[in-house]
């Protein structure tokens, strides 16, 4: 089957996810100043989720490129990846409200774990269908910055835990930046 219902349906997903948490943030009361500064750990919540949430559309975007049909497990797999991504604007809400304390930003780190494992596994899937000489498969190589990002989320929940939510979140920041500009392996790949 073809791919345009899952990257449809995909789009339109990660759309609502944003509308969500940017409707989470509430208006606040008063016309000054500090009144807006107060939401301060509310809004750095939301743009590095929005980062977050970016950055998955934006490489899933990419990986479709070497798409050329879908089966049931990709299906599957992609709609795991969108549940994972799904839960952010929860987590996000509840980091931001309690200003980064550590159970809420290990909560997050942890469906930031779990999105990149669901990503990861819908790569996987993408791969077996296509084949291992496939432009995916020849694009993702080893896959250092999956490794860099698994491990830094895995580290990052029980630094957080720990007390250390101020590192733990410098780690989470440290991963969207190595994603935020856009994965070329798969461009340079198809231009072959």
Do not use: C
């Given at each position: 089957?073809?791919?345009?219902?899952?990257?449809?349906?995909?789009?339109?997903?990660?759309?609502?996810?944003?509308?969500?948490?940017?409707?989470e943030m509430k208006v606040p009361h008063g016309d000054r100043w500090a009144d807006l500064s107060s939401l301060g750990a509310i809004?750095?919540?939301?743009?590095?989720?929005?980062?977050?949430?970016?950055i998955y559309w934006n490489n899933h975007h990419h990986m479709l490129h070497a798409v050329k049909?879908?089966?049931?497990?990709i299906l599957w797999?992609?709609?795991?990846l969108l549940f994972w991504l799904s839960l952010m604007p929860f987590t996000t809400g509840w980091m931001g409200e309690?200003?980064?304390?550590?159970?809420?930003?290990a909560l997050y780190a942890l469906d930031l774990l779990m999105c990149a494992v669901a990503y990861i596994i819908l790569q996987t899937q993408i791969?077996?269908?296509?084949?291992?000489?496939?432009?995916?498969?020849?694009?993702?190589?080893?896959?250092?910055k999956g490794k860099i990002s698994l491990s830094a989320y895995?580290?990052?929940?029980?630094?957080?835990?720990?007390?250390?939510?101020?590192?733990?979140?410098?780690?989470l920041i440290a991963v969207a930046l190595i994603w935020?500009?856009?994965?070329?392996?798969?461009?340079k790949v198809l231009e072959h």
């Open positions: 089957m073809g791919k345009g219902r899952l990257e449809a349906f995909s789009d339109g997903v990660i759309a609502i996810i944003i509308t969500i948490m940017v409707l809004f750095l919540s939301y743009v590095l989720s929005f980062l977050n949430v970016g049909q879908v089966n049931g497990r797999a992609n709609m795991h309690n200003h980064f304390a550590s159970t809420p930003v791969i077996k269908l296509h084949g291992n000489e496939s432009v995916l498969a020849a694009a993702v190589g080893g896959d250092t895995v580290i990052a929940i029980p630094t957080a835990l720990a007390g250390y939510s101020w590192l733990a979140g410098a780690l935020f500009l856009p994965d070329q392996r798969i461009e």
